[in-house]
Structure formats: C-alpha cells, structure tokens
C-alpha cells in the first residue's frame, strides 16, 4: 500500500468516526478546515512548490 494510500484509509476512517461521534456539520467543518489552515501555514515559496507538483502530477 502506498504512502497516499494510507493517508487517504486514515482520513476516511477518522472522518467516519468524525460523523458518527459529532455532528455533520462539525465533522464537515473540522475535514474541510483542517487542510485549509495547513496550505495557509506555509511560506509564499512552499505554495508555490506544492501548485507546482500538483499540476505536474494531474498532467501525468
């Protein structure tokens, strides 16, 4: 199993426990906002690199 694969095993299994244990709309706002304050934690210089890779990949 790769790394991107058990990254993505983890965030459904914590975002089923999320539903189960709270609210919709509280498991929805902690999925949705906890990798949009990481991507704002990064330097100017990291985004850039990480839009870089992204598109890269997308174009493979």
Do not use: C, F, H
Request: no cysteine; net charge positive; charged share 20%.
């Amino acid at each position: 199993m790769s790394k991107n694969a058990k990254v993505a095993a983890g965030g459904v299994a914590a975002g089923l426990i999320l539903l189960i244990w709270l609210p919709w709309w509280a498991a929805l706002l902690i999925v949705l906002g906890v990798p949009a304050a990481a991507y704002l934690t990064l330097d100017p210089s990291q985004r850039r690199r990480l839009r870089r890779v992204s598109r890269k990949e997308i174009g493979r």
